[in-house]
């Protein structure tokens, strides 16, 4: 059984900063790419940021891009989402979770393996 971890979530004031973690218990998590979605309240559950098995294909949400950094670390299992100048509508709940293959998908149905969530709350 897969397990994804997050961490780092919070409350923060708007211009500030979050940095997002998720481990992953799985000896082959350099095989598979791996993505960060959000679920806003009321909210569908929509891409945020994806990287490859291999960390050189990194997609973006556009809402997202130029704020938001994903990376990963295969040595400690782990994948980050630093996130830079934060704003009210970037308040949602923040799920880590394991692409079915190598190759960086940005829909849901591409992902087979889901964290618990992290709730990120921005104030104005």
């Known amino acids: 059984q897969v397990q994804l971890a997050e961490s780092g979530g919070g409350l923060v004031q708007a211009g500030g900063s979050l940095r997002l973690s998720c481990v992953v218990s799985?000896?082959?998590?350099?095989?598979?790419?791996m993505g960060w979605f959000r679920q806003p309240p009321g909210k569908e559950r929509e891409f945020v940021a994806g990287i490859s098995s291999s960390g050189r294909n990194t997609p973006y949400a556009g809402s997202v891009k130029g704020r938001f950094t994903i990376s990963r670390d295969n040595a400690q299992n782990t994948v980050y989402l630093q996130m830079d100048s934060l704003k009210p509508e970037d308040t949602a709940v923040y799920y880590c979770?394991?692409?079915?293959?190598?190759?960086?998908?940005?829909?849901?149905?591409?992902?087979?393996?889901w964290g618990q969530g992290t709730q990120v709350t921005v104030s104005s």
């Open positions: 799985e000896d082959t998590f350099n095989s598979y790419a």
């Open positions: 979770a394991r692409s079915r293959t190598g190759a960086v998908a940005t829909t849901t149905r591409m992902y087979d393996q």
